[in-house]
């Protein structure tokens, strides 16, 4: 074989060897997002989604490591490690040993890594947020107030113009108290609901509860406030299991299903007995 | 038939020994049971695995055979009691075998739904743990009230010809001279006797009426009480008992026809019964196309989602042939032989018969297990087996086994009783002599 087929060989080899290396690392991206969530004031935790885009189309990935920081990505200011789920989401709680780092701030910026691998690369995002809270209170004629505070320096001041959602919350999710979506605050960062659900249903006390929420405000988060109120209509479970139904278990089916349905057998096997008895009565006559 | 004498009738209609082509003929459905049998052993041992039902199909060829034998069986309620009632006298030479053919295949029903359990105790289980709401309950009452009453339709017209065989010890043998003995020596043939069992056959003959209405109809509510597409149908009823007469109507042309040339009747099972008996087939099969197009013209109008695919699997798919032969055999090609005078003589009506009893069969197997692979929800995630179905020799087997369980049932019944009442025979001569 000639020097040039030799050469040619190899670099038809060299070519397919690129080709297969480069398809193995041909990666996706992942996408990172990071969201601040505070229920009630007291519970204050982060949650990551990661997601890719196959042929087009948003794809949650699950099993990605992750790992969530305060204010800078050093191992000082660390908050924890979590892996996402089925969902891509990734949730940790801001632990108590990140006070000092926490109390540094009123706007403090939170960090979240998720190490190479052999489908991703590297990737991080971050979200920096001002420190509120929300109240929720209510008044006379079931008029529910609330007031949406921001940390300025070490100072609670109200804040006018974000959009609140006053809801109850129910099994499936959170229903509005009026027709109403959204409230903003005022300057005192106030809004105000009227309540005009009276006939939903509550618990066996009438009790149901009540939410204001901030969401996937830009500046502060996800903010939350619950509150539990007598408005409802009590509600008592009334178990099934003991009914006469014709789903219910075995001695346990309707009335008038057993009168008709022994009626019937009783009915039909008198007539048949009656018949066994009409043999023995031609049995006695033929002897 | 006018000028057969008394004993000339007794001596036609005598049981008969097997001759060498009926004891091939036992022999073959003996083999064909223990077939059956050792099928249903393996069952046994290695369980249900052994079918080819699995979490989709879980009612197979076994549950077909069920419902075919019970539509079978309604025929001894059209042939005794709705002729019977009615003053129909043509049918008496007809009774007895339909009353037989009856009693036969719901044997072979409460058998088959038995090896369909899987292990057998789960059948005492049923008493023990059965809900009364339940269809399958209410199932297995009416079966057992439909079986005690055929047995007892089948007794009260044989006291009679018990008096008549003690008195042909000789051509019939001392063990079934004791049988007779037995089952019917007290009869005397007195007035008495004759007025309460004339009364006892009547009741019979109104009792069973209902009763197998009410057996079919139960049957069908297995299946229609089911939320399921092909099954969703108020019909179902009187879909089931509408086929159930034409399988059964089928089923006794096709004895007809077989007891005439073995036994050599034809004195006795005339043209003119093949006649009659094809004109209600082809009435019967008309009715069976009528609700067919019902159940299936209204859903394929509408089209719904999961209705189309159960449709388009029948009419179209997966389904087609086995759907197109049944249509064609059990209706259409019965109708076709038999409205013609010339298509009810004797061949081409036993013919036509043999045609509604397979189509039947097929036709049950499609009312079953379609619908089964047409679920709401779509199959996901399950090997390739579980979306298909196609009996497994150990299936086939035990179908087939319990197919051959009736024909014996009725071949020994044959061989041991008169398959045409000698008494009434001779009674409606003396009557029509009389007249």
New interface residues.
């Given amino acids: 074989m000639k020097t040039h087929n030799y050469i040619t060989i190899a670099l038809l080899l060299f070519s397919c060897i690129s080709i297969a290396s480069y398809a193995q690392d041909a990666k996706n991206d992942l996408l990172l997002s990071l969201s601040y969530f505070n229920n009630n004031n007291q519970t204050q935790y982060l949650t990551a989604h990661t997601k890719t885009k196959i042929d087009g189309k948003f794809q949650l990935v699950a099993g990605i490591p992750l790992s969530f920081y305060i204010g800078s990505e050093s191992p000082a200011n660390l908050l924890g490690k979590a892996v996402s789920n089925d969902k891509g989401e990734a949730t940790i709680l801001i632990p108590a040993a990140a006070k000092e780092e926490w109390n540094k701030t009123s706007k403090p910026s939170f960090i979240v890594v998720s190490a190479a691998s052999k489908l991703y690369d590297g990737t991080k995002a971050n979200t920096d947020i001002v420190k509120a809270k929300i109240k929720i209170d209510t008044a006379a004629d079931k008029k529910i107030v609330a007031t949406l505070m921001e940390l300025k320096d070490t100072v609670w001041a109200p804040v006018k113009g974000v959009d609140v959602k006053i809801a109850v919350e129910r099994f499936d999710g959170d229903l509005n108290v009026s027709e109403t979506q959204t409230y903003t605050t005022d300057s005192t960062g106030m809004a105000s609901a009227d309540f005009k659900r009276d006939t939903l249903a509550g618990d066996s006390k009438g009790n149901l509860i009540l939410v204001a929420k901030v969401e996937d405000n830009d500046i502060y988060g996800n903010l939350s406030s619950e509150k539990t109120v007598p408005w409802g209509v009590a509600t008592n479970f009334i178990s099934q299991y003991d009914r006469r139904t014709?789903?219910?278990?075995?001695g346990h089916?309707?009335i008038w299903?057993?009168m008709l349905?022994y009626s019937i057998?009783v009915g039909?096997?008198g007539?048949?007995i009656?018949?066994?008895l009409?043999?023995k009565?031609?049995?006695s006559?033929?002897? | 038939m006018e000028n057969i004498t008394k004993h000339k009738i007794i001596e036609d209609l005598l049981p008969q020994k097997f001759g060498k082509k009926g004891k091939i003929w036992v022999g073959i459905l003996l083999a064909f049971c223990t077939l059956g049998f050792i099928a249903y052993c393996r069952q046994l041992s290695k369980g249900l695995v052994v079918t080819s039902m699995r979490d989709y199909a879980s009612w197979g060829i076994y549950i077909s055979n069920f419902v075919f034998f019970v539509a079978i069986s309604l025929v001894g309620s059209l042939i005794t009691a709705v002729l019977r009632l009615t003053n129909v006298h043509w049918s008496t030479p007809l009774t007895r075998i339909a009353e037989i053919i009856a009693v036969a295949a719901i044997t072979c029903a409460s058998i088959i739904i038995i090896v369909d359990m899987g292990r057998p105790d789960r059948f005492y289980n049923l008493f023990i743990?059965?809900?009364?709401?339940s269809p399958i309950i209410?199932d297995v009452?009416v079966i057992t009230?439909y079986f005690?009453?055929s047995l007892?339709l089948l007794?009260f017209p044989l006291?009679p010809d018990f008096k008549i065989m003690l008195q042909f010890k000789e051509k019939t043998g001392k063990r079934l001279y004791k049988l007779y003995h037995f089952l019917g020596?007290?009869?005397?043939n007195?007035t008495?006797?004759i007025k309460?069992?004339e009364?006892?056959i009547n009741?019979?003959s109104i009792?069973i009426i209902p009763?197998a209405f009410a057996i079919h109809t139960v049957t069908s509510w297995l299946f229609a009480t089911t939320y399921r597409p092909g099954w969703d149908s108020t019909n179902f009823g009187a879909y089931f008992i509408s086929g159930a007469f034409l399988v059964g109507a089928g089923g006794v042309l096709v004895a007809m026809y077989i007891f005439r040339k073995s036994y050599k009747l034809e004195e006795y099972i005339t043209e003119s019964h093949f006649d009659r008996m094809g004109k209600i087939v082809v009435m019967l099969a008309l009715l069976y196309l009528y609700f067919n197009v019902n159940e299936f013209l209204v859903p394929a109008f509408k089209m719904k989602k999961n209705e189309e695919e159960h449709l388009r699997g029948l009419f179209t798919g997966e389904f087609a042939p086995v759907f197109w032969f049944a249509i064609t055999t059990a209706m259409f090609l019965p109708i076709l032989i038999l409205i013609f005078k010339r298509g009810r003589k004797p061949l081409p009506a036993f013919i036509a018969g043999s045609l509604v009893v397979i189509g039947s069969w097929f036709k049950r197997y499609l009312i079953v297990t379609p619908t089964l692979l047409h679920p709401f929800l779509p199959m996901q995630d399950v090997p390739d087996a579980y979306r298909h179905y196609f009996p497994s020799w150990e299936e086939w087997a035990i179908a087939m086994g319990s197919l051959a369980g009736a024909l014996l049932i009725i071949t020994l019944f044959a061989r041991i009783f008169p398959i045409i009442p000698i008494q009434e025979t001779i009674t409606e001569i003396e009557e029509h002599e009389n007249a």
Avoid: C, D
């Fill in positions: 014709l789903f219910a278990r075995r089916s309707p299903l057993e349905a057998i039909v096997w007539v048949l009656y018949l066994i009409q043999i009565k031609l049995k006559l033929g002897v | 743990h059965g809900r009364l709401q209410w009452i009230t005690f009453i007892l007794y006291l020596s007290f009869w005397k007195s008495e006797q309460i069992s009364k006892a009741i019979l009792t009763v």
